[in-house]
């Protein structure tokens, strides 16, 4: 792989200081230890559209999938993305049960797509140069 660049490093700095806003930072935080849906059904009826949590999960679950978007399409170093962005394999594995049911409620198949694609990447990053880190972090989710 190639060497990463004073430019990926200012990309991955850029990120950093997006996450930093109050906002999404308080966002962030309800979505990691309050978030949990196993449907779209469920996600409508716990959270709302106009509720605060509804803007939250909608907050975190973007700014991811811009993260994600800027690693699928190959503009910043995989490897310096990876790690320090460990929270979007977290919110991936929160929104993967109800991707699908998702993507069909709105017609659009692309919905998440970078999100997810970003998050196998990092977890099969994670299986080569980590083995077991993945495991430890869903094993950690579940206590919550």
Do not use: C
Not at 72 to 81: D, K, P, R, S, W
Not at 121 to 138: F, R
């Amino acid at each position: 792989m190639q060497q990463a660049t004073y430019e990926d490093a200012t990309v991955i700095l850029r990120l950093y200081d997006l996450r930093r806003e109050d906002k999404l930072r308080k966002a962030r935080d309800w979505f990691i230890r309050e978030f949990k849906a196993s449907s779209a059904k469920e996600i409508e009826e716990r959270y709302p559209f106009g509720s605060e949590e509804n803007a939250y999960m909608r907050m975190v679950v973007s700014y991811w999938e811009m993260a994600a978007s800027i690693l699928v399409q190959g503009i910043v170093h995989e490897e310096l993305f990876f790690t320090s962005n460990g929270e979007m394999l977290g919110v991936w594995e929160k929104m993967k049960p109800v991707a699908q049911e998702m993507r069909k409620a709105f017609s659009n198949p692309l919905l998440y797509q970078s999100l997810e694609k970003g998050a196998e990447k990092l977890k099969a990053w994670l299986h080569q140069n980590a083995p077991g880190a993945y495991e430890a972090m869903l094993a950690r989710m579940k206590k919550r």
